[in-house]
């Protein structure tokens, strides 16, 4: 399979403090990634240096052979870890706005998640809870036919009813070559459905491992792994 | 019937420990058309290629095969079906002996509790 996304001794810097310190990793289509790590290891840095958020201090990242920028915002679909949607809009002009800014975004397919989880696409966004309005960012992101989903913290603010609805919407509406990069900290509700996990620790990466590979090797679950290795 | 996962043991070796529980128990009957990758992923909640690796253990072993343009399908030989249970069934008796006797508890005294058991059963 070829390579969805790369690194070569990306490193990003605040200041003195070092947000990545010199991670290489190569990621492939096709995969579900767990990138886990506890607060501050660099999980949203990482993610933010995919969509031209944020620039490396040194170092490469390429998606699909591009340096992010329009090219790779055309394949990329990121879940930001908060909400950037105006309160003001309905949802259903969301789904428009959207149409008009990716081409591969596919309402028909929006419309009908929302109407599984009950969420009337005429409510104002200022009107919905805080896990509703997730929920509507989610199915946003999941109804572009994308080639990499960034998703930073997609089922923390949700119930776990929810949460499971919301893995079942990840499973269901992705192309079999495309990649999701989950970042949680949530590990146990979403491990099931990870190929790969990444350890990141003080901006390093730590471990990467298929799921299957760790359960055989230790004997635990992911979850029990983290919790060894982040042990405070 | 549900897919119940544990989170100490690899994913794949118990879809693989699931499905044949399907086939034994006749929920999916020989010959019969299985679910897509995709669909049975779905319902046990998994990623799609951890199901397709199950997928291809099973048909290494037989209990599966593909018909390249149909999909995959439950093997008809049933006695292969029969073969795979029984061997099913001693891996986990003989998980249970192992049990017994780490309590501490000989041939003879098993034997008596399992006799006891089925009789008490069976009123």
Request: charged fraction near 25%.
């Amino acid at each position: 399979m070829s390579s969805i996304l790369t690194c070569n001794n990306l490193s990003k810097h605040f200041g003195g403090k070092k947000a990545l310190d010199n991670i290489n990793l190569n990621i492939e289509g096709g995969r579900i990634i767990g990138l886990l790590g506890p607060n501050g290891s660099g999980k949203t840095t990482f993610i933010k240096l995919c969509n031209e958020l944020l620039t490396p201090t040194s170092g490469e990242l390429k998606i699909m052979e591009n340096i992010p920028g329009v090219e790779t915002k055309k394949v990329v679909s990121y879940l930001p870890e908060k909400n950037y949607l105006n309160d003001w809009m309905r949802v259903s002009e969301i789904i428009r706005m959207f149409q008009d800014f990716y081409r591969d975004f596919n309402a028909e397919k929006a419309y009908d998640m929302l109407k599984r989880l009950n969420i009337s696409p005429a409510e104002r966004l200022k009107t919905l809870s805080k896990g509703t309005k997730e929920k509507v960012q989610l199915i946003l992101v999941m109804s572009r036919e994308a080639k990499l989903y960034l998703l930073d913290e997609p089922i923390g603010g949700v119930d776990p009813a929810a949460r499971d609805y919301i893995l079942d919407t990840i499973l269901g509406n992705y192309q079999e070559t495309a990649t999701i990069i989950i970042s949680t900290h949530l590990i146990s509700d979403i491990e099931k459905i990870l190929d790969e996990i990444i350890f990141l620790k003080d901006g390093r990466v730590v471990l990467t491992k298929s799921v299957d590979e760790i359960r055989d090797q230790y004997g635990k679950s992911v979850d029990a792994l983290f919790r060894e290795v982040f042990k405070c | 019937m549900s897919w119940d996962l544990k989170s100490d043991r690899p994913v794949y070796s118990q879809l693989i420990d699931q499905i044949g529980i399907r086939i034994f128990s006749g929920k999916y009957a020989p010959g019969s058309k299985l679910p897509s990758v995709r669909e049975l992923a779905q319902e046990a909640a998994v990623n799609p290629n951890t199901m397709q690796k199950a997928l291809s253990i099973l048909e290494e072993d037989g209990l599966l095969y593909t018909n390249r343009t149909s999909g995959r399908f439950i093997t008809e030989d049933t006695k292969m079906i029969q073969q795979a249970k029984q061997k099913l069934a001693q891996q986990q008796i003989s998980e249970f002996l192992e049990k017994m006797k780490n309590l501490g508890f000989g041939k003879t005294e098993i034997l008596s509790i399992i006799t006891e058991m089925l009789e008490e059963a069976k009123k």
